[in-house]
């Protein structure tokens, strides 16, 4: 069973920074993807950043140039490091593993933290 645990939200200013860190139970990242997703009250989970088994990355518009999604495989943990944030960046942020298995993919998603953006 794939565990996912998220830390690192919280409460910030607007242009302030957060990291949010994913670990793993296991060394998943190294052959599966990894990514981020949000959903602020009201909204749908929408994708912030993937980091793929190889190393490349992929980030929804609203966040790129202020967002950085990374892995650190002896740690088993991705990295979400936001920079110039906005309160519109405002929501519940998950960790998402989707682990390649025989034919099939499956999702795997951490807890959720909370991040928020005061203007």
């Known amino acids: 069973q794939v565990q996912l645990v998220e830390s690192g939200g919280g409460l910030v200013q607007a242009g302030g920074s957060l990291r949010l860190s994913c670990t793993a139970s296991?060394?998943?990242?190294?052959?599966?993807?990894g990514g981020w997703y949000r959903q602020a009250p009201g909204n749908q989970r929408e994708l912030v950043a993937v980091?793929?088994?190889?190393?490349?990355?992929n980030y929804a518009d609203f966040v790129k140039g202020r967002f950085t999604i990374s892995r650190d495989n002896a740690k088993n943990t991705v990295y979400l490091q936001m920079n110039s944030l906005k309160p519109e960046d405002t929501a519940v942020y998950y960790c998402?593993?989707?682990?390649?298995?025989?034919?099939?993919?499956?999702?795997?998603w951490g807890q959720g933290t909370r991040v928020t953006v005061s203007s």
């Open positions: 998402n593993a989707k682990v390649k298995w025989v034919m099939a993919t499956y999702d795997y």
């Open positions: 296991g060394s998943i990242f190294t052959k599966n993807d």
């Open positions: 980091i793929t088994a190889g190393g490349n990355t």
